[in-house]
């Protein structure tokens, strides 16, 4: 454990603004301090999220329940810290990643007084979109530390007191934890407070470090329990961990294990088997095992392919169908059309006749359905009626006539799912001899990364897609099932040729379409810095030098924090 820096002597006495140029750091060659720079961004920022200088304190308090590891690594630190400041009329306030108050100590009556007049409590939201320029909520948006001396706060309300905050980046994931601050009624913070935030930051890291690698090992102890026996394929995934034995490696494409770490965020998560159809094409059944006390993490069995009864898909065929009645239905965008004319095919490689009830009506036609009957009994050929939903109920009336007595060459009716329909429409499919119900893309995560897989690899033969690509594919409700998934490939694949680059990140997705399942379970803060992130780059139209100057941080910062947000 690092040891806690000790409080110097005179810590709170007040100090001349020469001394303070070991906060302020160096000028630059206009003679513009650095920290003026970023306060005067800050700022800004605050103007821009609606905070006007004379708004109170937030009032109603935030659930910070969360940040219980955060104050539980913290506490011994804090408590420590306390032992050296007593006296000094000084205060440490701890907040979260969020910027939410976690804990607040206080050491002198003046401070304590003027904290309580400020709405100082745990669950108050400190960030800049709340309450502007501070040493709790700033050091969030810069990824670093800084000092707000009174004069330098947004509100009106908090220019009685100086503040040096610290932010605490975990060491394993490169996260941000929280942000240490200490403040004083003072014109100017003590300079000796940056040296001494900076010791208690340090030792709150090491804390965390700590407790990350005990959740580590317990998930390797896990992945090495289960895979003790090397005939069967098993993975572990954890946040920012990832294990595979060589049965699960051979197994497990990038894009899998981004299905798998889909799974294994999953807060309802519980021991489990599910179907899984992997990007190979092989199918399996995945034993789910979340890690005890653990968030996000889970151990996975695989069971043997040859043990595994292949499961029948609307597509497979192994012998032409029988002339009978076949209702194929399910969501637009399903391939319901594809299946229909794939089974009419089944037939023979004779014509099929096809009428489109949507094409007929949008170009001023009324279907006829008699003729259409009459013309495929008469030629003996398939007969396909795509959108039978749409028809009126005399056309219904007589489909459903024709369906009992037919027994010529196929009659296949399309339709939406059974229960969108309307009564006549629902008649009519349960007098069908065959039923075909595609289920929607939503529907079918099991196999989603196999299908957005064959379907880029169809668009760019040999473009792959990258797990987090794959997590953020999962994660999406797909309203336009297949052909939305289409569309949103042919821009991925796009996007990822613009760059060389022959796998597709979630970077390369629409906008709407980059939340993986670690995004989707970030904090309001974090998602709100995630679109910030995200619009930048497309108006740097992918450039990543260009989307650092526009969100004023360095290029390296902006990578760290695409990577601990997921994109």
Not at 14 to 22: A, E, H, N, Y
Not at 115 to 129: H, R, S
Not at 254 to 272: E, F, N, V, Y
Request: charged fraction near 20%.
């Amino acid at each position: 454990m690092r040891s806690t820096v000790a409080a110097p002597p005179g810590l709170a006495s007040s100090v001349t603004c020469v001394t303070l140029v070991c906060i302020n750091l160096l000028t630059d060659a206009a003679g513009t301090s650095p920290r003026r720079a970023v306060i005067d961004h800050s700022w800004r920022r605050s103007a821009l999220s609606g905070v006007h200088p004379d708004d109170p304190t937030p009032t109603a308090l935030v659930d910070i329940a969360a940040a219980d590891p955060l104050l539980d690594a913290a506490r011994p630190v804090l408590d420590d810290a306390a032992a050296r400041l007593v006296d000094t009329d000084m205060s440490l306030l701890l907040v979260d990643h969020e910027c939410r108050m976690v804990s607040r100590v206080a050491f002198g009556t003046a401070i304590e007084r003027k904290l309580d007049e400020l709405g100082a409590a745990p669950g108050v939201p400190f960030g800049e979109d709340t309450v502007g320029t501070t040493a709790l909520g700033t050091p969030a948006e810069i990824r670093g530390g800084i000092a707000v001396n009174s004069s330098e706060h947004y509100l009106e309300r908090f220019k009685t007191i100086s503040c040096f905050g610290q932010p605490i980046i975990h060491p394993a994931t490169r996260r941000l934890a929280g942000i240490v601050c200490m403040s004083e009624t003072a014109e100017h913070i003590n300079p000796l407070a940056v040296p001494f935030i900076n010791g208690v930051v340090a030792d709150i890291a090491d804390r965390l470090l700590d407790r990350s690698r005990a959740q580590q090992r317990r998930v390797l102890d896990a992945f090495q329990r289960a895979a003790a026996r090397r005939d069967i394929a098993v993975a572990a995934i954890g946040d920012d961990l990832q294990l595979t034995n060589a049965p699960a490696a051979e197994l497990l494409s990038p894009a899998d294990i981004g299905a798998l770490r889909g799974l294994a965020t999953d807060p309802g998560l519980r021991a489990m088997v599910v179907p899984l159809t992997l990007v190979s094409g092989i199918e399996v059944e995945v034993g789910v095992e979340p890690v005890a006390g653990i968030g996000g993490a889970a151990l996975f069995r695989f069971r043997p392919a040859a043990h595994i009864s292949p499961r029948p898909t609307p597509t497979a065929r192994t012998a032409p169908a029988a002339a009978t009645t076949i209702a194929v239905t399910g969501e637009p965008g399903t391939g319901r059309t594809t299946e229909a004319h794939a089974l009419a095919a089944d037939h023979g490689p004779g014509p099929t006749l096809i009428v489109d009830v949507a094409d007929d009506l949008i170009c001023g036609r009324e279907p006829d359905i008699v003729a259409s009957i009459t013309r495929a009994r008469s030629g003996r050929v398939p007969l396909v009626i795509d959108g039978v939903d749409l028809l009126d109920d005399r056309s219904i009336a007589l489909l459903t006539k024709a369906a009992t007595t037919w027994s010529e060459c196929p009659l296949i009716v399309v339709s939406a799912p059974r229960e969108h329909v309307a009564a006549g429409v629902a008649a009519l499919i349960g007098r069908c001899g065959r039923r075909v119900d595609l289920p929607a893309l939503r529907q079918r995560s099991s196999d989603l990364a196999a299908t957005a897989s064959a379907v880029l690899d169809r668009i760019e033969p040999g473009m792959t897609l990258s797990g987090n690509a794959t997590d953020a594919l999962l994660c999406q409700d797909w309203p336009g099932n297949l052909a939305e998934l289409d569309a949103v490939l042919r821009q991925a694949a796009e996007a990822c040729a613009a760059r060389a680059a022959r796998v597709v990140e979630p970077a390369d997705l629409p906008p709407g379409y980059r939340t993986t399942s670690r995004a989707a379970h970030l904090s309001g803060r974090e998602q709100a810095e995630r679109v910030a992130i995200i619009d930048a780059l497309d108006h740097a139209g992918g450039n990543k030098v260009h989307a650092a100057r526009e969100l004023g941080i360095s290029r390296t910062t902006l990578y760290a924090r695409m990577r601990s947000l997921g994109i």
